[in-house]
């Protein structure tokens, strides 16, 4: 379950409806998939596919997705510091981003049209849906460890193109998860 945080009012939601409301408001869709009913969160990339196919034929006639596939990323993965490089300044791209989070946790900064700056951990369960041309950068959390489905329309179209606004240095990559969120705020980086 996804954990919202409106990054400059120190506002943190785990409400799923308020998530929906406000995510949708930056025009990125949000949902709640199956998963450890559904398939092993350990299962072979192709099972994880197959055990989402309807989910992904439903967001490819919406989205126009060609390809679906599984990235699974963890500390021992080769090069994940440099992969990690690519993703947590801020960017856009030419092509959604699309995330359905099978196991781990990761960090999305999304950085709306009107200013304001949206914390989205997201982890097992948890599909999200980020338009072409949206400002955002992405972290992994404390256990750097993350599988997920993605959707491409075109994979080269995910290139990243950044701001260099260096917005995201304001900004902490902190993790809480579900269970302290409650009584928890970001803190925001003076730097
Ligand atoms: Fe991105």
Redesign the pocket.
């Known amino acids: 379950m996804a954990l919202l945080t409106i990054c400059d009012q120190n506002r943190t939601f785990n409400d799923e409806q308020e998530i929906r409301d406000c995510l949708m408001k930056l025009g990125i869709d949000y949902e709640r998939w199956p998963t450890s009913e559904r398939v092993a969160p350990d299962a072979s990339a192709e099972n994880i596919l197959e055990a989402y196919a309807n989910e992904i034929d439903k967001l490819k006639a919406i989205g126009g997705y060609a390809t679906a596939d599984v990235i699974d990323v963890d500390p021992d993965t080769p090069g994940l510091e440099e992969m990690l490089a690519r993703?947590d300044r801020e960017?856009?791209?030419d092509e959604d981003?699309v995330r359905f989070i099978i196991s781990g946790n990761g960090i999305f900064h999304v950085h709306g049209q009107s200013g304001e700056v949206i914390a989205i951990e997201v982890s097992a369960g948890d599909l999200i849906r980020?338009p072409r041309g949206t400002l955002?950068?992405?972290n992994l959390c404390a256990d750097r460890r993350i599988r997920a489905i993605r959707l491409f329309q075109d994979k080269s179209g995910?290139t990243?193109h950044y701001t260099e606004s260096r917005v995201d240095r304001n900004y902490m990559p902190i993790c809480f998860g579900r269970q302290q969120a409650p009584n928890i705020s970001v803190e925001k980086a003076q730097t």
Request: charged share 10%; aromatic share 46%.
């Open positions: 993703f960017h856009w791209h981003e980020v955002h950068w992405f995910w990243p």
